[in-house]
């Protein structure tokens, strides 16, 4: 029973440093859909709180407006 504790520890640290690792390469760096999916969700949410929804949508309208569309 008390050689189990050591192996839970270093399972927890495993999985901590796979969790960490998460869509990082060999050289360490994360591959860019991963880290688009990880900004998205946040950038969306202040995008809503913050207005900035609208603010794409009229500047969208107006670049489209002196395009002649």
Do not use: D, K, N, Y
Not at 32 to 52: D, E, I, Q, R
Not at 60 to 68: D, E, I, T
């Amino acid at each position: 029973m008390a050689h189990t504790a050591g192996r839970t520890v270093s399972r927890a640290r495993v999985r901590a440093a796979a969790i960490t690792a998460l869509g990082t390469g060999p050289g360490g760096r994360r591959h860019p859909l991963v880290a688009a999916a990880m900004v998205l969700p946040m950038a969306l949410v202040l995008a809503v709180v913050f207005g900035g929804v609208e603010a794409v949508v009229t500047q969208a309208s107006s670049v489209a407006g002196m395009l002649g569309r």
